[in-house]
T-cell receptor, first 112, second 114 residues
Framework: KNQVEQSPQSLIILEGKNCTLQCNYTVSPFSNLRWYKQDTGRGPVSLTIMTFSENTKSNGRYTATLDADTKQSSLHITASQLSDSASYICVVGVGGSYIPTFGRGTSLIVHP | EAGVVQSPRYKIIEKKQPVAFWCNPISGHNTLYWYLQNLGQGPELLIRYENEEAVDDSQLPKDRFSAERLKGVDSTLKIQPAELGDSAVYLC????????????FGPGTRLTVL
């Protein structure tokens, strides 16, 4: 069964600090991995997309890494801002299928 | 470019009442998805359309849920009758296909069933 596990479930950090969110997956065949940011009351917005051959992708202060051998990904947020408070969802695309597998998300709260 | 549009944004109904949600995808996107998202959970696929054809609907509770995309553009998701457990956020997403098939999500409709 295809699964995506995210950790931690929730995280509280101070403004300006860095943090790293984890995503482990058991999806086969692997197609791509995406990180989405979902603000409260809004739909998910794509941050990064990585295919099998990519091991890092940046979008401003967000940097995602992918280790296809260990089936792990991380999302690193640098110099956090209050607006980074949101849920971050890891989504893994399945080869040959248009239906990706979603993680439950990590809820991040950035305090001033 | 306008994103995925959904309406209404919020809906409160009593159980056993019908409810409908509307979605207009990004122009040119042939693939449309309806997802259900419970609090603290990731989205769960209900149905996927390729143009006007429903190609993945195995997770749609067909006894009370129905969906249509008659002209292959906008779509409607209906629940009749609604139950207390249907309270959730209903997300619509669209994509243009291709190797990566990035999905773009709408803001969602938050349904509360009393």
């Amino acid at each position: 069964k295809n699964q995506v596990e995210q950790s931690p479930q929730s995280l509280i950090i101070l403004e300006g600090k860095n943090c790293t969110l984890q995503c482990n997956y058991t999806v086969s065949p692997f197609s791509n991995l995406r990180w989405y940011k979902q603000d409260t009351g809004r739909g998910p917005v794509s941050l990064t997309i990585m295919t099998f051959s990519e091991n890092t992708k940046s979008n401003g202060r967000y940097t995602a890494t992918l280790d296809a051998d260990t089936k792990q990904s991380s999302l690193h947020i640098t110099a956090s801002q209050l607006s980074d408070s949101a849920s971050y969802i890891c989504v893994v695309g399945v080869g040959g299928s248009y239906i990706p597998t979603f993680g439950r998300g990590t809820s991040l709260i950035v305090h001033p | 470019e306008a994103g995925v549009v959904q309406s209404p944004r919020y809906k409160i109904i009593e159980k056993k009442q019908p409810v409908a949600f509307w979605c207009n995808p990004i122009s040119g996107h042939n693939t449309l998805y309806w997802y259900l998202q419970n609090l603290g959970q990731g989205p769960e696929l209900l149905i996927r359309y390729e143009n006007e054809e429903a190609v993945d609907d195995s997770q749609l509770p067909k006894d009370r849920f129905s969906a249509e995309r008659l002209k292959g553009v906008d779509s409607t998701l209906k629940i009749q009758p609604a139950e207390l457990g249907d309270s959730a956020v209903y997300l619509c997403a669209s994509s243009s296909g291709g190797t990566v098939d990035e999905q773009f999500f709408g803001p969602g409709t938050r349904l509360t069933v009393l």
